[in-house]
């Protein structure tokens, strides 16, 4: 199927973008990558009047550090990210995420933000910015305001973006003291997209014990989530076999699983249990 006809604005600006799409709040749709916009409209799932194209602003896209923090713009794509050396020297997580993102034509055209903005119940970078507490920072006509990660997924393909906002950038503390970082994924064999996606951000104290974990879970629940109950049973503990069992029992705590052809919810949580644990085993055997 061909997507219905609409408008195509390619602002060089971010406040022209916001301008635009001001001019038509029900109409105009952000495009990014396009790699999950533009299915969806080729399948009439969405009917935009106008498209904003904000990958051609160049000022969206770049990874750098200022003072304790990490920037990400938007528009960096997945490769940019899964490639950063900057990255894998001070947040391993974030280019181990991106690199498990479909193949190497999604990662060269998809952009992180867009992938944020989308909320895809198996996206796989909402896991990675909850498990690291990131600060999302979105611009609309009445300016700027932040918002944390764990509030930002609201529902399925739901989010706290309102009418006319743009998600401008990724904020992320840089991460400190003896930490280590995993990214785990069960993809779906057909797609790519995680059948249960677990990202961990672990650090420990100078005896071995869990000082802190984040934890982010995809491909869960119709959003992703912070597994804030197997992160209160990890910290001061051990970290031993017993320690981790009972703590990932609770990764689907509030959770109703999804179920779908290629797995049953009961199962999707078992997946979910069993990669938890491997990802905090994964990220404790990074601790620097
Ligand atoms: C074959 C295939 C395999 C894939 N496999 C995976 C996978 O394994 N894991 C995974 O996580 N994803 C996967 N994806 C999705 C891919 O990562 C997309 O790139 C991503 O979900 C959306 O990013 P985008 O830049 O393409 O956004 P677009 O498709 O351009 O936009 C998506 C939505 O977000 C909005 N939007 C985009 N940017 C912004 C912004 N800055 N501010 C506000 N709103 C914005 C758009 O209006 C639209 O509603 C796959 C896609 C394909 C086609």
Redesign the pocket.
């Known amino acids: 199927m061909i997507p219905t006809q609409f408008d195509y604005e390619a602002p060089a600006t971010l406040e022209e973008a916001v301008a635009l799409l001001a001019s038509d709040l029900d109409g105009a749709?952000?495009?990014?990558?396009?790699?999950?916009?533009?299915?969806?409209m080729k399948l009439r799932l969405?009917q935009?009047q106008m498209?904003v194209d904000?990958?051609r602003i160049k000022s969206?896209s770049y990874i750098r550090e200022e003072g304790d923090q990490i920037l990400i713009g938007?528009?960096t794509?997945?490769y940019e990210m899964e490639s950063s050396d900057l990255l894998k020297t001070i947040c391993p997580l974030l280019p181990a995420c991106a690199a498990?993102?479909?193949?190497v034509?999604?990662?060269n055209?998809?952009?992180?933000?867009?992938?944020?903005?989308?909320s895809?119940p198996?996206?796989?970078?909402?896991a990675a910015v909850l498990a690291l507490d990131a600060d999302l920072v979105?611009v609309g006509t009445s300016g700027e305001r932040t918002v944390k990660a764990k509030d930002f997924f609201v529902d399925l393909l739901t989010t706290d973006?309102q009418p006319g906002?743009?998600?401008?950038e990724i904020r992320i503390k840089k991460p400190s003291g003896r930490f280590g970082h995993a990214y785990q994924?069960v993809?779906?064999p057909a797609?790519?997209?995680?059948v249960v996606?677990v990202a961990v951000h672990l650090v420990l104290n100078d005896d071995g014990s869990c000082n802190s974990a984040g934890i982010g879970i995809?491909g869960v629940g119709v959003k992703a989530y912070r597994a804030n109950a197997v992160e209160a049973a990890l910290a001061g503990s051990n970290l031993d076999d017993n320690a981790l069992a009972s703590a990932v029992a609770h990764v689907c705590d509030g959770v109703d699983p999804n179920a779908d052809l290629y797995a049953s919810s009961d199962y999707r949580c078992h997946l979910a249990q069993v990669h938890t644990r491997r990802a905090i085993q994964a990220a404790k055997a990074q601790v620097r």
């Open positions: 749709k952000v495009l990014a990558g396009g790699h999950s916009l533009i299915p969806a969405a935009p498209l904000i990958a969206l938007a528009t794509t997945h498990s993102i479909g193949d034509q999604v990662r055209k998809g952009t992180i933000g867009g992938s944020i903005a989308h895809d198996a996206g796989d970078w909402p979105l973006l906002e743009i998600l401008r994924k993809p779906h797609s790519g997209f995680a996606g995809t």
